[in-house]
């Protein structure tokens, strides 16, 4: 069962951490890791795999050195871990490692997911990710190099709260991506709180500076999904989003998610073949790969006809009129 393994301590060889290694050469941490940030490396829960930590340096160093990124951290993301433990907690993936100040912090975040249409199943459950692309519209993540952009908080409804209705406002911190994740912006890919307003119906309400021409606004209740899906962005908790906000709104950093397309392909192949990642110097989180059996990257080449053609099949429909509240 995936849940009672995920309590298991893995034993891998890791290939290189850089950025465009080939996935089968395998590698021990690089030797300039800080000797502080060396215990929180590992396979282990809250501990940030080799690959993904010299991966995620790379690029920050990369584009410190370029003088693109000024920030004293960066981040970065395993989607190949499960999202929950057994007791149904969110279970960390995502890393705010700030060496300036000798922090690193492991939360939790969502991976996108995906979608089950007549021509290709690209869905993923809610558990594993098996699934990835840089596709727009494959509600899917994408793996590698991105630099965190400018935010912008959209009005999203009205909600009740134990103090009376309030409007719920969502910060979204865009991303910038590189290569195959180059398309980041087109795709709307970002980072959020993993929270959304479930749309009920319209409330009066002209005073507010949010109402509609005719003074309403719409009323819903919220929605927490932390450790759910997104639909391709990197979503965390509450608390998780203040902090990763203070650090990255205004002041660019870098942030690499594992896994990308190279290596979604090379793992693939070695369970196809049968072979060992750790001889072959992969890495994939055990109990997740136990799971899906064999993950998949959908080349954007390849999903966007599909998704395009979806579209254009779907009936027209009016524009949704929420009933009015109550």
Known sequence: MLLKSLSLVLSVSLFSGLLNATPAIASSLSADVPVWLQKHVG???????PVVLDRARALYREKTQSGAVKNGCYFAMDATR??????????????????????????SSGYGNGRKLARANFSNGRQCARNFSNAEGSKLTAGGAYVTAESRTSFKGYYQSTSGTKPFLRTFLLFDGEGETSNARERAIGGHRAMFLKWQCRMERPQSKHADDDGFVPFGRLVDYTSGRS??????????????LRIADGNPTTLYIYPASQDINAIAKAVKKGTSLA?????????????????KFWPKRTLQPIINEWRSSLPKRPPLELPLCE
């Open 43 to 49: 396979t282990g829960h809250n501990q940030i795999a």
């Open 82 to 107: 499960p999202s929950t433990a057994s007791n149904g907690a969110a279970l960390s993936r995502f890393y705010v490692i700030c060496e300036s100040s000798k922090t690193f912090k492991a939360v």
């Open 231 to 244: 639909n391709g962005c990197t979503t965390w908790s509450k608390p998780a989003t203040t902090e990763i």
């Open 279 to 295: 001889r072959a110097g992969l890495y994939w989180n055990e109990a997740c790969l136990a799971a899906i059996g064999t993950p």
